[in-house]
């Protein structure tokens, strides 16, 4: 038997339960996981709260995590037990032990741990679409990044400080702007009123190429109003609730400007995709551009506080639960 927290009903933290379960056993094109250290992230909330449906209940929650190879099933090659691996996006990470298909780990390189992997996976390649596929930013260009300390805000903060961007970092205390500083952030704002009299000031009347905006609903009109003409809008998360009534004249009086709804899901469907994502940001860790904060540590039994926590903006970098 394996410890794992599921949801029985959509609804607050409080749904989440620690149950026991008997031990899976790897499929077809599977591996059975070990997992020794997994990842809590904003996704997980959606899921709880049914704005995102799951396949059935109950289920286990969370996208992310890493650990080492128990067995292997019919038709894996390349993967033993022993090896150490983690994965950014497959449903079912929070637990001692998942199945998961084999071509959606990664091997991890003997200097990653177990706690950068389940904090960095799933945010960092986040940060890499955003930065190097959704819109390739060139030095100099200033961008606009909302939830500026949060996991994947300080992972973006340093991402782009390496290529050479200047971000002006959105968050909602003097606290987490110093943090934002600190991993790479050239100006802070904090709150998000009056936001595009702001942007205007801090870049002398031009705005900006591109907003990168997690917040969705509170925020989505102010981050178009911060945009250039023909500037792009990466709504890429719905911290503050869903963005609804959007109309394509709402892009069309700001200045003929781009609007885009990416997901990690679709831009690493494929696996030379995952595989190069993965490779960038072992790389960027690597060579010490990235150093991936765990901000908050909680025992699996303890998802429901992370979550609370997390969704309470009371959290700054990644949190990952440890079986
Ligand atoms: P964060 O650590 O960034 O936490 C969310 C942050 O959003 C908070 O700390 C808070 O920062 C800010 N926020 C602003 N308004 C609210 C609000 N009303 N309620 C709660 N938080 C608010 O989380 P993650 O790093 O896990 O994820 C960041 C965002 O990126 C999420 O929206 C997530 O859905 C999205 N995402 C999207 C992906 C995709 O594929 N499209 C993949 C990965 C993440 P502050 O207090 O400074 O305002």
Redesign the pocket.
């Known amino acids: 038997m394996y410890r794992a927290v599921r949801i029985h009903d959509y609804g607050g933290p409080e749904v989440l339960t620690l149950d026991m379960l008997p031990d899976p056993v790897p499929g077809r094109g599977e591996i059975l996981l070990r997992q020794e250290a997994i990842g809590?992230?904003?996704?997980d909330i959606?899921f709880r709260k049914g704005i995102y449906k799951l396949p059935s209940l109950p289920a286990v929650p969370g996208m992310e995590g890493a650990g080492v190879v128990e067995a292997v099933g019919a038709d894996v090659t390349g993967l033993a037990p022993g090896d150490r691996v983690a994965y950014p996006s497959a449903l079912g990470s929070y637990a001692e032990l998942r199945t998961i298909a084999a071509d959606r780990v990664v091997t991890l390189p003997p200097d990653i741990g177990f706690d950068t992997a389940a904090a960095a996976m799933?945010?960092g390649l986040?940060v890499h679409?955003l930065l190097q596929e959704v819109y390739q930013a060139k030095a100099g260009e200033t961008i606009l990044v909302?939830?500026?300390?949060?996991?994947?805000?300080l992972l973006m903060c340093q991402w782009a400080r390496h290529l050479g961007l200047r971000v002006i970092g959105?968050?909602?205390?003097e606290d987490?702007g110093e943090l934002a500083r600190q991993n790479g952030a050239a100006e802070i704002l904090v709150g998000h009123d009056n936001l595009a009299a702001r942007v205007r000031k801090l870049t002398d009347g031009a705005m900006v190429p591109v907003v990168y905006d997690?917040?969705?609903k509170?925020?989505f009109v102010a981050s178009l109003d911060c945009l250039a003409p023909r500037g792009l809008m990466v709504s890429?998360?719905?911290?503050?609730?869903e963005v609804t009534g959007i109309s394509a004249g709402m892009l069309a009086t700001r200045g003929s400007l781009y609007l885009t709804?990416?997901?990690?899901?679709t831009?690493i469907a494929q696996r030379p995709a995952l595989l190069k994502g993965a490779a960038a940001l072992f790389d960027m860790i690597g060579q010490g551009a990235l150093a991936v904060r765990i901000g908050q540590r909680f025992a699996l039994a303890e998802a429901a506080a992370a979550q609370q926590a997390?969704?309470?903006?009371?959290?700054?970098?990644?949190?990952i639960l440890v079986p």
């Open positions: 809590v992230n904003f996704i959606y799933l945010r986040t679409m909302h939830a500026a300390a949060g996991g994947v805000g959105v968050v909602s205390s987490k997690s917040v969705g509170e925020t890429y998360g719905n911290a503050s609730g709804r990416p997901t990690l899901a831009y997390l969704e309470a903006r009371a959290t700054t970098g990644s949190t």
